[in-house]
């Protein structure tokens, strides 16, 4: 039996205890015993179908309401547009958007390993590996906002040894404060083709509002992936998520799950961050996604290491700003490691 969570509309002025009420629709295969049930031991025909059968029947056949939200997917490209290059033999720098809150780096040595480092204005250190053997335009966040962001790239000369091939330091000015959190990039790659896409489109088609979206698209997941305990066993370093392979083999890991889910979020227009890092003492990741009239909702989507849930969503509806901070707290349990 699945548990299907929905978002609530309630008013400014209802207090959080009537705000964190969940309503949770348990659904049935068909609502009634299965067809080995209906037949008695004298070995009689299944029973007519009852009438809450045939009212479940026809409802399920019933065409989708469309709701009042725009569904239309908005799906941003970033552009190497050759502004503002740095280069040299072994890589390319673009950094003609940078306040969208992207960079664009393109390997072009020869090396069969190369590593690229980000160090942002909070001096945390962001690792990825880069496309080697054919010269890719990769596309990286910046996620801290304004200030000085260090790019370095290494190409590997043996074991865990590095050399530094470029460097370049970057004064950024951020514009577009969502950006970041709104372009594709190297860990959520999605374009308007992708099947992501498409399938958020269908499922944003009967909502209403950002936090009917960010519902279906969580009942969308838990109904549908299965976690991938094989691959999480054997997943090497510098793994990269496949969004639309998610959605065809309808299984994947965590980081998976993270990139799918911030993939069809984005592409509805809902600034969507995937953050790894500490919920207490546990190693945690979880999904924060920008509400209207709300703001940033740290934690709004959380994995346990086991499982997803969906942080209790029916505060939801324009919760003033202090009941939500006393519902998900000051921030000091969740301490983020890395955002993409």
Excluded at 326 to 335: A, K, L, P, T, V
Aim: hydrophobic share 35%.
């Amino acid at each position: 039996m699945s548990k299907k969570y929905i978002f609530m509309n309630i008013g400014k002025k209802i207090s959080i205890l009537a705000t964190l009420t969940t309503a949770i629709l348990s659904i049935s295969s068909c609502g009634s015993k299965s067809q080995a049930e209906s037949f008695s031991a004298a070995g009689k025909t299944p029973s007519a179908p009852t009438q809450k059968q045939e009212v479940e029947e026809v409802a399920q056949a019933a065409p989708r309401e469309k709701g009042s939200r725009d569904n239309t997917p908005v799906c941003l490209v970033p552009e190497a547009s050759g502004v503002t290059v740095y280069e040299n033999e072994y890589a390319s720098l673009d950094a003609s958007n940078t306040s969208e809150g992207y960079l664009i780096i393109k390997y072009t040595g020869s090396s069969g390993k190369v590593k690229l480092q980000i160090t942002g204005p909070n001096s945390i250190t962001y690792t990825y590996n880069l496309t080697v053997g054919t010269p890719t335009n990769e596309v990286f966040p910046l996620q801290w906002g304004d200030g000085e962001y260090l790019v370095n790239v290494f190409e590997q000369l043996e074991g865990t040894q590095y050399t530094t091939v470029f460097s370049q330091l970057l004064d950024v000015t951020i514009t577009n404060e969502f950006g970041a959190f709104l372009y594709p990039n190297q860990y959520c790659q999605f374009s308007a083709d992708s099947l992501a896409v498409k399938k958020a489109t269908d499922l944003a088609y009967v909502c209403n509002n950002d936090l009917d979206v960010v519902s279906e698209v969580y009942n969308y997941m838990i109904e549908n992936i299965k976690y991938d305990y094989e691959e999480a066993e054997t997943v090497q370093s510098g793994y990269l998520p496949n969004v639309d392979e998610v959605i065809t083999t309808k299984t994947g890991i965590c980081l998976d799950y993270s990139a799918l889910m911030c993939s069809m979020l984005r592409s509805q227009r809902i600034p969507t961050r995937m953050e790894i890092g500490y919920a207490g003492t546990a190693y945690h990741a979880w999904i924060s996604t920008y509400i209207k009239d709300i703001g940033w909702v740290n934690g709004m989507i959380q994995f346990d290491g086991k499982d997803w849930s969906l942080m209790d969503p029916t505060f939801a509806s324009n919760t003033e700003e202090k009941s939500l901070r006393d519902f998900i707290g000051d921030g000091e349990n969740y301490s983020v490691k890395y955002i993409y």
